[in-house]
Structure formats: structure tokens, C-alpha cells
Nanobody, 121 residues
Framework: QVQLVESGGGAVQAGGSLRLSCAAS????????MGWFRQAPGKEREFVAS????????DYADSVKGRFTISRDNAKNTMYLQMTSLKPEDTAVYYC??????????????WGQGTQVTVSS
């Protein structure tokens, strides 16, 4: 059973930075990919970024490209999301999910419990 635990959310002012972490356990994470997603109030969950465990290939939503950086530490089975130049529209609950195929978590995949990010203007 894969378990994903997010941390690092909080409240910041516009222009600020936060780093989210997603600690994964339950299997060997040497292959495949996982990603970050977010859900704002009243909106559907949307893709933010993804990274492959082996090659470190990354993909970003246009809305965060150039501001967010996804990374992973294979030794720690942990994925990160460094968020800079935060905007009020980045306010959402952020989730990590795996495994991803393209910009989606495959059916039956795993999700973390989410961490709240609030950006004030």
C-alpha cells in the first residue's frame, strides 16, 4: 500500500515562496513518475507539475512554469515543489499523486491528504 504524505503548506503574501514535500512509502520508487496537483475552492483538481523518478524529466502547467520547480530525492523517496513568486490565484489545496501518466494520476493510483497553500494580496 503506497502512502503519500504532504507537508510544507502555509500562508504567505503575494511574491513569497514555499516549499512543499511529499514523502512516499510502500514500494520502491525507482521508476515511473509522480506529480503535484491542486484544487482551489469551487474548482476541479488540476495538474501542476510532474517528475519521473529515474531520469528526472519534468513537466509543468503553463500557469506555474518559470515560478515553480519540481524535484525529487530518490534516496529519501521524497518529491518537492519549490514555489516562488506566489500569486493569490495559487491558493489551493496541493496534493501529490502517483503514478502519473502524462498529466493525470492513473486510475487506482495513490493520493496524499493534501496541504493548504494560501497566498494573500
Amino acid at each position: 500500500q503506497v502512502q503519500l504524505v504532504e507537508s510544507g503548506g502555509g500562508a504567505v503574501q503575494a511574491g513569497g515562496s514555499l516549499r512543499l514535500s511529499c514523502a512516499a512509502s510502500g514500494r520502491t520508487f525507482g521508476s515511473g513518475a509522480m506529480g503535484w496537483f491542486r484544487q482551489a475552492p469551487g474548482k476541479e483538481r488540476e495538474f501542476v507539475a510532474s517528475i519521473s523518478w529515474s531520469a528526472g524529466n519534468t513537466d509543468y502547467a503553463d500557469s506555474v512554469k518559470g515560478r515553480f520547480t519540481i524535484s525529487r530525492d530518490n534516496a529519501k523517496n521524497t518529491m518537492y515543489l519549490q514555489m516562488t513568486s506566489l500569486k493569490p490565484e495559487d491558493t489551493a489545496v496541493y496534493y501529490c499523486g502517483e503514478p502519473t501518466l502524462g498529466r493525470h494520476v492513473v486510475p487506482g493510483g495513490s493520493w496524499g491528504q493534501g496541504t493548504q497553500v494560501t497566498v494573500s494580496s
